[in-house]
């Protein structure tokens, strides 16, 4: 098994996080990542704002290695896009993106409104981050 550290050395200045607000759904999302199906990620700006304010946030061509639910190196990501939208005007295309579910912008809103309101920052005109990128590597 390939340790943070290695992947760190190998990655440096690489963020490291993982998906979700739980360890099961860091796994599920992880996977999804793997499996190629999952090429994007979103945040509420307010989340992004209290995370990143503390150091550097991912921006196009940074490098990401995405830990298990048990804090595991699972594999490193490289963003290539970032950009704000709106909860309401998110699409199709982005969601299915996101690899969730039966991949519809149905299933996307429904999730990801149980998630934000377990945040406590859903609204649907609620500022988003969303983040596509790259699996680069597998640990």
Not at 55 to 74: K, R, T, Y
Request: glycine fraction near 8%; proline fraction near 3%; include cysteine.
């Amino acid at each position: 098994m390939t340790t943070l550290e290695t992947v760190k050395n190998a990655y440096p200045g690489a963020l490291v996080w993982q998906f979700g607000d739980s360890p099961q759904l860091a796994d599920e999302l992880a996977q999804r990542v793997l499996s190629g199906l999952k090429t994007a990620t979103c945040c509420s700006r307010v989340a992004w704002q209290e995370e990143f304010a503390r150091g550097e946030a991912p921006s196009e061509g940074s490098d990401n290695i995405i830990l298990s639910g048990s804090g595991q190196p699972l594999c490193v990501i490289r963003t290539v896009r970032t950009q704000r939208i709106r909860f309401c005007d998110v699409t199709e295309a982005l969601a299915r993106k996101e690899g969730e579910g039966d991949l519809s912008l149905a299933h996307w809103r429904e999730g990801h409104k149980r998630y934000f309101e377990r945040e406590g920052t859903y609204s649907e005109v609620m500022e988003l981050i969303f983040e596509e990128f790259e699996l680069i590597a597998v640990c």
